[in-house]
């Protein structure tokens, strides 16, 4: 065993243990804000592993995309909803988790089992290693252009749905009574088009 | 650089550890009760996806990368999907003034 060897394995395998507890956390931990960093503390972690596999352009575009703006959204939709609230308990909540805990125990089975008796057809063709960036690039504007255009396509569908989605309706006049309404929709504590259901 | 062909690292403990990644991932879907730790869930479920793609592409297909490509797509889906489903749940909150997936059931009867 060479250095460069063992730092990979080392290397893996504390991207593998901060991968596991760091999942295990975002599910079980109660408080949703130690979830949402856990979650980017995954994200990074899984960049790491991108490393191992040569693969730079991709780590580079997962900490861009996953950390930079799926995390940052995540976040952002836990400040905008952020109201503790108590759950109303539920019977049979133990019994259900028992039971979809070993759905995903048999499916985690089922999937060390067809990972360990497949016959891997290794070693494959040598990593490309440095170069993955320009083959990537290559690929996106030859064999792969019409996915990378429809791309292009669902995320402006995506922003344009999000936008509609998100926004609050204004209205100039309220929807009961029919006087006119201000429009200082932030600082309004109580908008008429607010519906709370808590109450009922 | 670090040559994984001829690593130390197996295939099996990529793969392995994607499946362990998915699994928890499908858990906390099922489980989840707040409807943000569902799209975390979800998130989770397309890394483990990207594992196992970028693991094939470098330890089966070093040459194409055709792996990494999907990965980037998976990214650009996820990104998208995030976004969405931020915005929905943003507009259900405001409609049901909560988080709580039990209670969003107006799909149900």
């Known amino acids: 065993m060479n250095i460069a060897t063992s730092t990979e394995l080392f290397c893996f395998l504390v991207l593998a243990t901060v991968i596991v507890l760091g999942s295990l956390g975002v599910v079980l931990l109660s408080n949703i804000v130690y979830s949402a960093f856990l979650l980017g503390g995954v994200f990074m972690a899984v960049a790491g592993l991108y490393l191992l596999l040569n693969a730079s352009f991709v780590a580079a575009a997962q900490v861009l995309v996953y950390v930079g703006a799926v995390n940052v959204l995540i976040l952002f939709a836990i400040m905008l909803v952020n109201k503790r609230e108590e759950m109303k308990p539920i019977q049979g909540i133990r019994l259900r988790r028992f039971l979809s805990g070993a759905v995903c125990a048999g499916l985690l089975l089922l999937l060390v089992r067809v990972v360990i008796t497949t016959p891997w057809n290794l070693p494959g063709p040598e990593p490309i290693g440095e170069e993955a960036t320009a083959r990537i690039g290559e690929h996106l504007f030859t064999d792969y252009l019409l996915p990378f255009e429809l791309a292009s396509v669902l995320l402006l569908m995506a922003m344009i749905g999000a936008i509609v989605l998100a926004r609050r309706e204004v209205l100039t006049s309220d929807v009961g009574t029919g006087d006119a309404v201000t429009q200082g929709l932030i600082e309004q504590a109580q908008s008429p088009f607010l519906i709370d259901e808590s109450s009922t | ?109």
């Not at chain 2, 799209?39 to 890394?47: D, K, V």
């Not at chain 2, 089966?60 to 980037?72: C, M, Y």
């Open chain 2, 1 to 109: 650089m670090i040559d994984s062909s001829s690593g130390l690292v197996p295939i099996q403990a990529y793969l392995l550890l994607a499946a362990i990644l998915f699994c928890i991932g499908v858990w906390g879907l099922i489980n989840s009760r707040n409807a943000v730790r569902v799209l975390m869930s979800i998130e989770l479920m397309l890394n483990a996806v990207n594992i196992n793609l970028m693991t094939f592409s470098s330890y089966l297909d070093g040459q194409l990368i055709r792996g990494q490509v999907f990965t980037v797509f998976v990214i650009t889906v996820a990104a998208a999907e995030a976004a969405v489903g931020l915005a929905i749940l943003l507009s259900l909150y405001r409609n049901r003034v909560t988080v709580d997936m039990e209670r969003f059931n107006l799909l149900r009867w």
